[in-house]
């Protein structure tokens, strides 16, 4: 590719500034890139996929960029900025493959291909499985770790010319140290029982922030303001699904921040959010558009490339005029300077929010979007886990490399076993491996701190007969290289994309801690074996006092249920008298039979939760 069609519009020459979407003549400086010839060598097509996505959205998906690579003539990503598109023409070129660029008005009007999956993978929290923190929480799913998910432009009809046109432009961004001069007076710093957070005010007395760094309704927090006072704040409304609230502060008497048009934002467009990361109050941070639309948890947010850490929750996103169009909400674990703020249009439950007419179309046209990604991953993590899926290996202290594996079944199972294949470097290693501590995967995010995800997942049915087991890979029985990376996968031969990378310096360590204590390990599978069986008892007595409890809850209701039905048939002049003193006898009996239970079960402490 030469310098000047890395630089020049592709349709009149004119220079291509980088960050803008259109030339000076109205075409569009978004580009396609486009493969030129199929990658028919499989291996070629793995590892050029493979560093296809490694390059993060707007770049696809491993699975979805090795399909790709077998069509020639179709777009690998549409819509780009100059710059991403030749960081790909560089992979391609490294791998001797061959792509060229299109205006991307040529293809408009076809639809922007998913790049996000329902189990990439990015760590949130540990699962406690068999008594061994073993865990990493899998976000191939609708679950944000998907940094890969499609970016979704926010004009109606997927960026056409006219939708474009109907955009205004924007007048020319303020520097970040304007932004924050005119800014800062507006905002303040929260604290509440050891929790720091960020807000803004919409009114002058009124604040708007995140739900999870406020106080409960009726208990005070301070609140800081840039000026030096100290004031109290008390939440007034609060929704904890979108994590935002509100904050009266009386005395404030703040200028209140303009709202913006999130709609108006466009990937590459400047950002300042101003927030009190790690307790310094009313630091400024610029960055820019990353995403948006980037749905998570059925909500569509911003993506933000700043240095977002916590204490910035809650704070405002500002446009490049100054404007709030978003609030700080969350940070991207284990990844540097990504996060995610919340378009203001979702606060105008809390707030007076008054869009414009073509502003609020937009929006709704953002919110179809989100909403059609979203039903997407659903479908996918309904199907995919139809099929044993394995999460990334964890390298666990004196044990070696332990293995997650998710799986739906129609009944919970007790022990599967599964082959699995280890492959470096052209050798490959097979690994029989058994899963017998299955927990359902309710279970294991009920130990996670966002109870707004599980409370996601259960309402979108995606639990119901899934479950997840750990299990050390006995890999001391494996002969591999020494160096760089082997890939595990469940099965034995043929193609297989869901794998997942080892380090061979992990499998050389995890031989290491066999070699040094075999007796060890030996001994904490059998302790885990033992615990398992107990656990196993444990739940059948927990089921034989439940269905104790059940039946005999169930023969009193039945008999009370005929006593009051015999009491409206006397009422109503029918002879029932004989049966009447037959069911007040077994009434009698089933209630004594019911308290006998009860004072069995508190002799024996059997918990209140076997007794339901």
Known sequence: MSDESKTRCLRCGAPDAGNVARCVCGSSLLVDVVLKEAVEDERLRFALARAIALLGAPAPAFSEARKALTTPDLPIVRGVFRAFAEKLLAVFSAHGVSAVLHPTEELAAATPPSSSRWLRVVPITALVLGGVIAGIWMARSPKLASATSAVTDLVPGGGTETAEAAKPAAPAPLSTKEIGRLASPSTLSLRCEGKTGSGFFVEPELALTNEHVVCPPGKMMTVVLPDGRQLLGETLKRDAELDIATVRVVGANARPLKLGDVTQLEPGDPLVIIGSPKGLDFTVHEGKVGFVGRQYLGTGYVQVNASVNPGNSGGPLLNGQGEVVGIVSLKIENADGLGLALPLPYASKLISFSPTPEASARWEEQLKRVARDEEREIARFKQDTGHPALLPVRNVEGLGLIALLVERFDTPPTSVKRRMELEAGGTTCTLDVEFDDWRPLSEAMNQEKDSRRLRWFISRGLTSGVHLSGARLPVESCSLPSAGTAWLKVGQGGENPERVEVSLQDVQAARDIWNRNPAGIKRWEQNRWRQRQENMRTREEAERWRS??????????????????????????????????????????ASEQLADLEKHATQQNVPSEWRQ
């Open 548 to 589: 104790s409890f059940s039946k005999a809850r169930a023969r009193l209701a039945r008999f009370e249920a005929e006593r009051d039905q015999l009491k409206l048939e006397a009422a109503s002049g029918k002879q029932v008298s004989k049966r009447q003193r037959e069911v007040d006898s077994e009434v009698k009996l």
